[in-house]
């Protein structure tokens, strides 16, 4: 199994809602990420765990609260999230953190927040 | 500091012609790089990697790419373009040392013309 996946595939929310994004891949990575990307823009980085503990936040906003809770899966906790945070969220995985190792990307959780 | 430049924002051709999409990397030590693709409304594919070897990779959909160790180039190419091929396209490193970073170029429009 070759695939990373992601639930859901669209996901609408209001500013006041508290909603979860899921990540799960079986190819015994050891290393999660997940990224942010605007529509016509490159991915940014927002979160990395490597053996389930958070090894890299790259200053994202407390709205955003990743969760990794087994070697897995990976969630994204959203609360109180702003209209300008609607964009393609994407999850990927590496075999281990240490340089080199190709990522593999999910398929994205399309969010608009309204 | 690492970076990717794509120079090309917008490319637009005719169908049949080909297509060379520039890509230089700033790094001092050793990279892997990628090419993606990302079709209108769709998640990011792998078109071809390279890590170490022939420099010159193939990836699907007749797509390749030439590792330029002396120019930091990663140039992709397809002789010959169909419309299908319209999509954003992102160039991106990985150093193989250290953090398992993934910088990603800014990306490329190409729009095809039937």
């Known amino acids: 199994d070759t695939e990373v996946t992601q639930t859901p595939k669209h996901l609408v929310m209001g500013m006041t809602n508290k909603k979860s994004l899921k990540c799960e891949q079986h190819?015994?990575?050891?290393?999660m990420y997940w990224y942010k990307q605007k529509a016509k823009k490159p991915p940014e980085l927002m979160f990395v765990?490597?053996?389930?503990?958070?090894?890299i936040n790259e200053s994202v906003p407390s709205r955003f609260s990743p969760e990794c809770p087994n070697s897995s899966l990976l969630n994204l906790h959203l609360h109180a999230l702003q209209p300008e945070d609607s964009a393609l969220y994407l999850c990927?995985?590496?075999?281990?953190?240490?340089?080199?190792?190709?990522?593999?990307f999910g398929p994205g959780t399309r969010l608009t927040v309204l | 500091a690492q970076s990717v430049s794509q120079h090309n924002h917008h490319v637009i051709l005719s169908e049949a012609a080909s297509l060379e999409l520039g890509c230089n990397y700033s790094y001092g030590g050793t990279v892997n790089l990628f090419w993606y693709v990302q079709y209108p409304g769709q998640h990011l594919q792998l078109l071809l990697k390279?890590?170490?070897?022939?420099?010159l990779v193939k990836g699907i959909k007749g797509f390749e790419a030439e590792f330029i160790k002396s120019k930091f180039s990663f140039n992709l190419r397809k002789p010959s373009v169909q419309w299908s091929d319209t999509a954003e396209y992102f160039c991106?490193?990985?150093?193989?040392?250290?953090?398992?970073?993934?910088?990603f170029g800014t990306g490329t429009r190409l729009t095809v013309i039937p």
């Open positions: 390279y890590f170490s070897g022939d420099p």
């Open positions: 990927a995985s590496s075999q281990v953190l240490a340089g080199g190792h190709e990522q593999f």
């Open positions: 190819m015994g990575h050891r290393a």
């Open positions: 765990y490597s053996y389930e503990k958070l090894s």
């Open positions: 991106a490193v990985i150093p193989q040392t250290g953090a398992n970073n993934l910088f």
